[in-house]
C-alpha cells in the first residue's frame, strides 16, 4: 500500500500505529515498517477461495486425519449434505428466486467449497472445509509440509527454515492459526450476512450471534498440531482472550462493511455496545481506539478508512497479543458453540 495514503488514513484518526503499540507496553517485534507492508486490502477478504487454486479436504486428510475427523461431525460438513432437500432453504431460495442452492453464488460461496478443475465447469464439492478458513492450497499445501532434505519430518526442521517455510506460506496467501485476525475474517466473511434481501425478504439468519473465540472451540474445534497429542484440548485461555478482542474488532469491522452494503446501522451500534461491554472491564487502548471509531461512524456515511483502520487495530491486537493476560475478559466471553448446548 502506498505510504502516502497510510499516513493521510493516520492523520486522518489523529493517532499513529506505532502509538497503540507504545501505549500498550507490550514489547513488540512488529516494526512500524511492517505494518505498511502488510497488505490491507480493501473491500476485499483476506481469504482466496479462488475454485482454481482449491485441492479439496481430502487432500488434507492422509495428513491430517485428526482434523479431518472433527470436521466430519461438523454442520459446515453435514448440513450442506442435506441443504437442497431442505424445506427452509428451499423456500429461502424461492424467495430470492434462487433456483439451484448448490450452483448459484447466491447460497454456495457460503454454504459450499466450490472447486474448479482445468475447463470443467466449477463445482460444489463439499460443504464448508478446510480451505474455506485456511484458503485455497494449491499453492501452500506443498512447501507448508516441506521441513527440510526430502526426508525430513516436522521434528527435524531447523528453526532458519521453519521461520522461511513459516513466511514463505504466509506469502503464498496461508492462513495459519498464528494469524488469528486474517482466520477470523475468514469466518465473518460468512457468517455476517450483508445481503439484505436474503434477511429481509428471504428470512435467512442474520448472523449476529455469531463470536470468534466460542464459536471456534466448541464442535469446530480442532486442536492437535499444536497441542501434540490427539486429545483436541480447548485453546489456552491467554489465547482464546486474544480471539475475543480479535473478535469484537472483526465485529466492528464487519458491521461497517455491511452497512456499506446497505445493512441497517443498528449492526454498528450493537457492534460499538459490544466493545463498550469490554472496555468497562479492562483499560486496553486499542479496545478505546476502536470504540472512538465505532462511534465517529454511528449514523453516518462509513469511510472507507475507518474500514480500513478497525483492520490495522485489530491486526495488532492479534500480532501482539493484546488481552492475552486479561483474566477479567472471562466472565465475558460465550460458552463453547455446540449443537447441543444451543
Ligand atoms: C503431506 C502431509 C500434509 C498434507 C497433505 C497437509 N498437511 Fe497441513 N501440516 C502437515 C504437517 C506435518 C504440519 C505440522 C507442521 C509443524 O509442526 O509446524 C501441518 C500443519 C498444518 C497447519 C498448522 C500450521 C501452523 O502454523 O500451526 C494447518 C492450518 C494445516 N497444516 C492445514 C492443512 C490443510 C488445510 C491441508 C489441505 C489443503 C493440509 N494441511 C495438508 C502436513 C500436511
Ligand atoms: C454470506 C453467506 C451466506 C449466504 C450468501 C447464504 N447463507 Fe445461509 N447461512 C449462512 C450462515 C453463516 C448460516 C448460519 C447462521 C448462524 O447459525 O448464525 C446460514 C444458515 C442458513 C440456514 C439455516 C440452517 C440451519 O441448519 O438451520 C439455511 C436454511 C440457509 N442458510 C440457506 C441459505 C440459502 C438457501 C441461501 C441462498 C439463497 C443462503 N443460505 C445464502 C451464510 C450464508
Ligand atoms: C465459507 C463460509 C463459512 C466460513 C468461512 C465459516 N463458516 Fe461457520 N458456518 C457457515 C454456514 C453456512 C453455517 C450453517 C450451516 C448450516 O447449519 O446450514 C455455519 C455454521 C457454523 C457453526 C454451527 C452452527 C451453530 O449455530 O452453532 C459454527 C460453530 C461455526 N459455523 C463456526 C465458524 C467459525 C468459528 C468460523 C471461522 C473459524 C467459521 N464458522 C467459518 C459458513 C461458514
Ligand atoms: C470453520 C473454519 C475451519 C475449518 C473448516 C477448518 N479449520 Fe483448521 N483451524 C481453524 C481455526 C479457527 C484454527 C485455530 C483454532 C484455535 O486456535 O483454537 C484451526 C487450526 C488448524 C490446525 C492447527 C491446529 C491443529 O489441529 O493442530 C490445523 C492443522 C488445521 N486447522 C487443519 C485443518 C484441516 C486439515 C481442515 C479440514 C479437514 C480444517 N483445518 C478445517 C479453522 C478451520
Not at 31 to 55: E, F, K, M, S
Request: a negative charge.
Amino acid at each position: 500500500m502506498c505510504r502516502t495514503r497510510v499516513m493521510a488514513v493516520l492523520w486522518l484518526f489523529g493517532l499513529s500505529v506505532g502509538a497503540v503499540v507504545l501505549r500498550t507496553g507490550l514489547a513488540s517485534s512488529i516494526t512500524y515498517a511492517d505494518r505498511l507492508a502488510t497488505p490491507v486490502l480493501l473491500g476485499q477478504d483476506l481469504i482466496n477461495r479462488d475454485p482454481a487454486q482449491v485441492v479439496g479436504p481430502d487432500a488434507c486428510a492422509e495428513c491430517h486425519e485428526n482434523e479431518h475427523q472433527v470436521w466430519m461431525g461438523t454442520a459446515h460438513r453435514t448440513s450442506a449434505q442435506t441443504l437442497t432437500r431442505n424445506a427452509e432453504a428451499k423456500r429461502i431460495a424461492a424467495a430470492i428466486g434462487v433456483r439451484r442452492i448448490k450452483t448459484d453464488e447466491r447460497c454456495a460461496t457460503c454454504h459450499f467449497t466450490i472447486q474448479k478443475i482445468e475447463d470443467k465447469r466449477p463445482k460444489s464439492i463439499s460443504g464448508v472445509s478446510c480451505e474455506s478458513c485456511h484458503s485455497a492450497a494449491a499453492s501452500w499445501v506443498e512447501p507448508h509440509s516441506r521441513f527440510g532434505h526430502n526426508a525430513a519430518t516436522a521434528d527435524d526442521e531447523t528453526l532458519l527454515h521453519r521461520t522461511a517455510r513459516l513466511s514463505n506460506c504466509d506469502s503464498l496467501g496461508m492462513i495459519r492459526p498464528a494469524r488469528l485476525y486474517e482466520l477470523g475474517a475468514a469466518c465473518y466473511s460468512c457468517h455476517s450476512i450483508a445481503d439484505q434481501e436474503l434477511i429481509q425478504t428471504a428470512g435467512h439468519p442474520n448472523g449476529e450471534q455469531f463470536e470468534f473465540a466460542s464459536w471456534t472451540q466448541g464442535d469446530i474445534r480442532h486442536n492437535f498440531v499444536r497441542a501434540g497429542s490427539d486429545e483436541n484440548p480447548r485453546s489456552a485461555p491467554e489465547r482464546v482472550r486474544v480471539m475475543f478482542l480479535v473478535g469484537a474488532a472483526l465485529r466492528l469491522e464487519y458491521a461497517c462493511r455491511a452497512v456499506t452494503d446497505g445493512a441497517p446501522t443498528d449492526a454498528i451500534t450493537n457492534a460499538v455496545a459490544n466493545l463498550g461491554a469490554i472496555d468497562e472491564v479492562v483499560d486496553i487502548d486499542a479496545v478505546s481506539q476502536l470504540i472512538e471509531i465505532g462511534r465517529g461512524v454511528e449514523g453516518a456515511a462509513v469511510a472507507a478508512e475507518a474500514i480500513e483502520h478497525v483492520r490495522e487495530i485489530g491486526m495488532l491486537i492479534a500480532e501482539n497479543q493484546i488481552g492475552a493476560d486479561a483474566a477479567q475478559l472471562d466472565p465475558l466471553i460465550p460458552a463453547s458453540r455446540t449443537r447441543e448446548g444451543q
